[in-house]
C-alpha cells in the first residue's frame, strides 16, 4: 500500500539529499519523492510517497522529524488528500483515424496540452496517479504506439475540512 508523507522544510542547499540519504540508510522503499517551493521561498514542500503500511509510514516520520531542516512531517490518509501527477506521453500516430480515436480519448478524461506532427502526438496529462495508469494502460492495449514517457511523482495537498 501508498503511505503518502507531507513533509515541510527549510529551502536549504542540501536538504533533499539529507532527506533520501536517511531514507536509503533506513531501506524505506521510496514510489515517488516531488520537492517545490511554497508562498515563502525559505519553505519547501516535499511529497514523498512511500510503499508499506500506516506503521512503516510512522517510521519514516519519526526519522525525518529528526533532521535539524525539518519544520514538520504529516501522514495524509487518502481520503484527506488532494493528489495530482502530471505525465508526458509520446504517441506514434499512423493514421488520421488513429490520431482522432486518441484525441478523443484523452479530451474525455484529461484537461491538457496537445503538440502533433505527421507521425506523433505528445500529449500532456494531469490526473491522479490511478488516472494516468489507467490512460497509459489504455494506450498501450490500443493500435496507438506509446513510444515514450515520463511522469513527475505525486503532489498532495489537505482537502479543506468542511
Known amino acids: 500500500m501508498k503511505q503518502i ?14 532527506v ?8 524505506f522503499n521510496i514510489d515517488s519523492l516531488t520537492v517545490g517551493r511554497t508562498s515563502d521561498n525559505t519553505i519547501s514542500r516535499m511529497t514523498i510517497v512511500i510503499l508499506g503500511d500506516r506503521k ?56 491538457t496540452e496537445i503538440y502533433r506532427n505527421e507521425e506523433e502526438v505528445c500529449v500532456e496529462l494531469i490526473d491522479t496517479a490511478q488516472g494516468l ?13 506509446v513510444r515514450e514517457w515520463i511522469r513527475s511523482g505525486i503532489i498532495a495537498i489537505k482537502k479543506p475540512k468542511n
Open 133 to 145: 495508469d489507467h490512460f497509459l494502460d489504455k494506450m498501450k492495449k490500443s493500435d496507438i504506439e
Open 56 to 111: 512503516e509510514a510512522e517510521k519514516v516520520a519519526l526519522q525525518l522529524d529528526k533532521l535539524i531542516e525539518i519544520q514538520s512531517v504529516e501522514i495524509m490518509a487518502p481520503e484527506t488528500a488532494i493528489t495530482r501527477e502530471i505525465a508526458i506521453a509520446r504517441l506514434g500516430i499512423h493514421t488520421n483515424a488513429e490520431e482522432k480515436k486518441c484525441l478523443k480519448e484523452v479530451d474525455k478524461i484529461f484537461h
Open 5 to 18: 508523507l507531507s513533509v515541510v522544510v527549510q529551502n536549504n542547499a542540501g536538504i533533499l539529499s539529507r
Open 20 to 27: 533520501a540519504s536517511l531514507l536509503r540508510r533506513k531501506c
